[in-house]
């Protein structure tokens, strides 16, 4: 199905659900509803899967998700290892054990605060010393301090995950209509309308699940969501030998380092490019860049050795709290919200099963995250643009 558009307009039922964004919380959400025997249209401005969801580092960590979320990605974190089972297609799960170290006593104060109190809530990280940290990762600096261990982390493949989503939400009867901007809107009777450029479609219930866009989604039906925006640069080296074994940060959250079977290392942690989100426009900030590779090298010396062989940037959403956006959409039912949460990569898969249950009137296993904190008519509006 290279064009689903025109079939959409051809339809003359109304969709059960209509979901407004194809990354990892659109998709999920989705493909559970759809599984379930609803009738499912996904709306995505992109390729499916090609925007925040597609271009970040795809680490699978316990070490910087919020202590709140932690419950929610050891069960993600489950359905990331067993894909395959699930999701019905390969997303290229590599599982490993993860350190955040310390370079500075006060990363050392901070990653012994981070791993007491995550530990406390279920996570299996433990803190160690610099002798145990090199022998489990030997590649690892002589300046390092201190580090916390965790026992189960890992990465996916990003781009491989798109791909099987949008293979499963096919199989699954989702109608999928990519490279579709969304432009508004509308509660019409017992449902929703909503306009694009190719027509407009109806649905009992809506999902707005557009990351960054996610504050002018909720304006179009007079909800004010503050959403920040942050441009994420990742760097990957060329094909070189085993140089490291574990998903590795430091405390800070300015680095997150992982090496790939076939040997590239994917370098990130948050150095920030520029960009607007109004314009859908994100560049690479060139010193940025230069202290993130440096960074890395100090970390994992070897690295000195190789070179950087492409460099990308990227969108990544958060609440004011870093927790997700997910519930029901105040004052509207049957409209619902779910995205932007630090480190969502992780969590998503799980809190996107759990909107599909939301939205099926299920009992849920766990609680959502409602808006009703973050949204306030006192607070200034959120600014699209982020200094260069």
């Given amino acids: 199905m290279t064009s689903p558009s025109p079939n959409l307009r051809r339809s003359s ?5 209509i979901v407004v964004g194809g990354g990892l919380a659109g998709a999920t959400t989705a493909l559970f509803a759809a599984r379930a025997g609803m009738r499912v249209v996904l709306f995505e401005r992109e390729t499916l899967g090609r925007g925040a969801s597609g271009v970040n580092a795809g680490t699978l960590t316990l070490q910087m998700t ?8 050891l069960k993600a974190h489950d359905m990331w290892a067993n894909a395959r089972e699930w999701l019905g297609h390969d997303v290229g799960v590599q599982l490993c054990e993860g350190l955040s170290v310390a370079f500075t006593e006060a990363e050392e104060a901070l990653l012994a605060e981070r791993a007491t109190k995550r530990a406390e809530a279920g996570a299996p990280i433990k803190l160690v010393t610099t002798a145990q940290a090199c022998a489990i990762e030997p590649g690892l600096s002589d300046h390092v301090l201190s580090a916390s261990h965790a026992t189960l982390d890992g990465f996916a493949d990003a781009t491989l995950t798109g791909v099987a989503y949008r293979k499963a939400l096919l199989e699954a009867g989702v109608v999928l209509c990519e490279n579709t901007v969304v432009r508004s809107v509308q509660p019409v009777g017992s449902g929703f309308e909503v306009e694009t ?3 407009v479609a109806a649905g009992r219930q809506l999902l707005l699940a557009g990351g960054v866009w996610l504050e002018e989604m909720a304006g179009w039906l007079g909800v004010h969501l503050p959403i920040k925006t942050l441009v994420n640069q990742l760097a990957v080296t060329e094909r070189a030998p085993p140089v490291m074994r574990t998903v590795l940060g430091i405390a800070s959250g300015l680095l997150s380092l992982k090496q790939y079977p076939h040997g590239t290392v994917v370098i990130g942690g948050g150095w920030q490019g520029s ?3 109004a314009t859908n426009d994100h560049r690479i900030e060139p010193e940025s860049l230069i202290g993130n590779v440096r960074l890395a090298q100090h970390t994992i ?4 050795q190789s070179r950087i062989v492409r460099a ?6 958060e609440t004011d709290d870093a927790l997700p956006a997910a519930g029901p959409l105040p004052g509207h039912d049957g409209a619902w919200i779910l995205g932007s949460v630090h480190s969502g990569y992780t969590s998503l898969p799980y809190l996107g099963r759990l909107m599909a249950d939301a939205i ?3 009992e849920l296993a766990d609680p959502l995250f409602p808006i009703d904190r973050l949204i306030s008519p ?3 509006h959120n600014a699209h643009s982020i200094p260069a």
């Fill in 197 to 199: 450029a190719a027509g």
């Fill in 360 to 362: 099926l009137g299920r």
């Fill in 312 to 317: 990308w940037s990227g969108f990544e959403a």
């Fill in 13 to 17: 039922q109304k969709a059960d659900l």
């Fill in 301 to 304: 010396p070897a690295l000195r």
């Fill in 275 to 277: 960009g607007d989100r």
């Fill in 66 to 73: 919020r202590l709140a979320l932690i419950p929610y990605a």
């Fill in 378 to 380: 006192q607070r200034p």
